[in-house]
């Protein structure tokens, strides 16, 4: 699922080529893509773009007459940038949106189509779309340990948590863990005032860092590429590999559709954290975005 990271520099390549801009015309292919009815679709075209931003792993375009077209992309959506017309017909494409200046097209891969666009009308119902958590490159240490404390969770849980932090998945918070040195599965109410600095300090280093490689990866073109998996992460998606710090086999924990890796030479004291032994806590206690999609 794209996080915090790739949804920004999407963002930060939407700006110039469709503020200012007029949408003209929508194509959806997909039939479970767009969510809502009122208002229709149809409404926004010839509108004029107004702006573009995130909201938490959301992508929203305002329009003219208070309009808002806000995507989720998902486990697999992805978006693309065509300087031409583009068609719906390739085989994941969910939808195609005509500007003046060019075409974006969503696409996603595989058979399970959760991607969603939400066509809404007034800042009340913009909000509504919001989980609330806070940005955590803007977070104060005391407005993060206020949002890390509110409830009694793992580690894992509570950064993944829309409600608590705004654009963390299941892959970023793989590496701010490993980053700060902690379990995936300790308590958050655990934890100590030195190690709840140091995490919310790995949380900022670790989303700059990734900010950095991919706006340089993207080079002023369109983000291409995007996954939850890249050759410069730490711990995420490389089970068995070695980690960079110390050299141990980096270790996985496998639950519903998701998966959480870590060090157990920097994380867990050198203990490996069986599945099975964790079914029953992480039944209850899992990233939500490991449990099904939101709406």
């Not at 969510?35 to 992508?59: D, F, M």
Request: charge should be positive; charged fraction near 30%.
């Amino acid at each position: 699922m794209p996080e915090l990271p790739d949804v920004a520099v999407y963002v930060e390549a939407l700006r110039p080529r469709v503020e200012g801009k007029r949408f003209r015309r929508a194509r959806v292919a997909g039939p479970f893509f767009l969510r809502t009815y009122e208002p229709p679709l149809e409404e926004c075209e010839g509108k004029q773009v107004t702006g573009v931003r995130r909201v938490g792993k959301r992508i929203v375009l305002s329009l003219e007459a208070d309009l808002f077209l806000v995507f989720h992309l998902m486990i697999a959506g992805r978006l693309h940038w065509k300087e031409g017309a583009a068609g719906t017909g390739g085989r994941n494409v969910l939808a195609t949106f005509a500007f003046e200046s060019g075409t974006l097209v969503v696409t996603e891969a595989g058979s399970k189509k959760r991607a969603s666009l939400h066509v809404v009308r007034g800042v009340e119902e913009l909000r509504r779309l919001d989980p609330g958590g806070i940005e955590p490159l803007e977070a104060s240490l005391d407005e993060f340990r206020a949002a890390l404390l509110r409830e009694n969770h793992t580690l894992k849980r509570a950064l993944s948590d829309p409600r608590l932090f705004s654009g963390i998945g299941n892959a970023y918070s793989d590496e701010i863990l490993h980053r700060a040195r902690l379990s995936p599965l300790g308590m958050t109410r655990k934890l100590g005032d030195d190690e709840v600095a140091g995490l919310h300090r790995a949380t900022r280093e670790v989303l700059n860092a990734a900010l950095d490689r991919l706006r340089e990866e993207a080079a002023g073109g369109f983000p291409e590429g995007v996954t939850a998996f890249r050759t410069w992460m730490s711990v995420h998606g490389r089970y068995r590999k070695t980690c960079p710090v110390c050299g141990s086999p980096v270790q996985r924990i496998r639950y519903a559709e998701n998966e959480t890796n870590y060090c157990p030479g920097c994380q867990t004291g050198g203990r490996i954290l069986a599945d099975r032994s964790l079914s029953r806590l992480l039944k209850d206690d899992w990233p939500p975005e490991a449990l099904g999609p939101r709406p």
